[in-house]
């Protein structure tokens, strides 16, 4: 399959990304300067920004820019374009084992300046394939000031063959100077429609679950596929739909609040028995220890096992608060279909079809006003949790809200 059909009603993007590949070709293929005028004239450039709202595919039209600027099918001697998706150039690029192509995301809340460092130092090496040594970073609204700060030497002075691909939710999400030096490429939401396709075609999902999960996540792929599969997904997205009609006293409240944060916490929970034992293990067995969880550890190994230690905490904090915040964002969702409701709208037009007579019952049990300060409520609760507080506290102080609106 070519590099791009996993790019969901991005035409535009595609159009532009394609033309970039292919004047990167011919840099590589005439032995061109990258920097020079006749580069930028084609569209290729050394550092690009893909933004776009959660969902929209931005790592994936990064991922795929990455596996075309490495494309080595024989096909483009005939004149094809690069990202065939079947030789190996492009086929290591999309999973992630191409020598060339390093790829940054992060389960931490941050990106720190020693990870960035080290990545400043792999873009100054040559491409051991002779194309591109290409950086893509999943993460990089993450970037603390500090390594954002030693990003922008790399991006302002890049090496001949290195190309930096930097993915955010906006461009507000990257340093003015940054930005400054990236082009920029904003995708948008898919359609409900394109994504319902895909997950019929690619996945294999029955059409009516398809529309469904589609239109619930409103265009989001990932949450999508997650929703379509995952049945405990569907389970915990349920109940946090049904937070609106449960918020009918103080008592009520305090009870939707605890379950939603013991929902996140679980989810952080199955994440940690899943992954961190087996990094712990694999850890000891680095630094030489003795097969078994209770045997000692070599001298000198505490610093590094503490390291470890820390960064699974940070993991499990990510973790409950990207939980939560999906929740919120369910929870914004109803409201909005409240809102649709008693502004004139259909119910067929609703996202969240599944609880249309909650929905209803909302909307005729309460004004539009009512419903805007509802949906102000949540986003205040999504910035409170972004801003480290306690989580308890600010999904109560919502769940209240909710009720008092």
Not at 86 to 114: M, N, Q, Y
Not at 179 to 193: A, F, G, M, N, Y
Not at 227 to 237: K, S, Y
Request: with cysteine; proline share 4%.
């Amino acid at each position: 399959m070519p590099v791009w059909d996993d790019l969901i009603g991005q035409p535009r993007i595609v159009a532009e990304l394609t033309a970039a590949a292919t004047a990167a070709d011919r840099i590589v293929e005439e032995h061109l300067d990258a920097a020079g005028t006749d580069a930028k004239a084609s569209g290729m450039t050394h550092a690009w920004l893909f933004t776009g709202p959660p969902g929209s595919g931005r790592s994936t039209a990064a991922r795929a820019f990455a596996a075309a600027l490495q494309c080595t099918s024989p096909d483009k001697k005939l004149g094809a374009t690069p990202g065939c998706g079947f030789c190996d150039g492009c086929h290591t690029a999309l999973i992630g084992t191409h020598a060339d192509v390093e790829t940054v995301r992060t389960d931490l809340l941050s990106i720190g300046v020693k990870e960035t460092r080290d990545l400043v130092r792999r873009s100054s090496l040559s491409p051991a394939g002779g194309r591109w040594q290409v950086i893509l970073m999943e993460d990089a609204d993450r970037l603390t000031e500090g390594a954002a700060n030693v990003l922008l030497k790399a991006v302002e002075e890049p090496a001949p063959r290195t190309v930096w691909l930097l993915c955010a939710p906006s461009v507000e999400d990257a340093l003015p100077t940054i930005r400054s030096r990236c082009r920029l490429l904003t995708l948008r939401t898919p359609s409900v429609d394109a994504v319902a396709d895909v997950l019929m075609r690619r996945d294999g999902i029955d059409p009516g679950l398809a529309a469904q999960v589609a239109r619930a996540t409103q265009g989001h792929i990932g949450r999508a596929l997650r929703l379509a599969t995952d049945e405990q997904a569907r389970a915990r997205r349920a109940s946090v739909l049904r937070v609106p009609l449960r918020v009918a006293d103080v008592g009520g409240c305090l009870r939707a609040a605890q379950e939603l944060v013991d929902a996140a916490a679980e989810d952080a929970k199955a994440v940690a028995e899943e992954v961190d034992a087996k990094e712990t293990e694999e850890l000891r067995a680095a630094l030489g220890a003795a097969a078994g969880a209770g045997s000692r550890m070599p001298r000198g190994t505490a610093g590094a096992m503490k390291e470890l230690a820390d960064r699974q905490k940070r993991r499990a904090t990510r973790t409950q608060r990207d939980t939560l915040d999906l929740a919120l964002t369910d929870l914004a969702g109803f409201y909005r279909d409240v809102l649709a409701i008693q502004l004139g709208g259909t119910a067929d037009r609703i996202a969240n079809t599944e609880v249309r007579d909650g929905i209803e019952q909302v909307a005729t049990s309460s004004r539009p006003e009512q419903s805007l300060r509802r949906i102000e409520a949540v986003l205040a609760c999504r910035e409170a949790l972004a801003a480290n507080v306690a989580p308890l506290l600010a999904v109560e102080a919502m769940t209240l809200s909710l009720r008092a609106a």
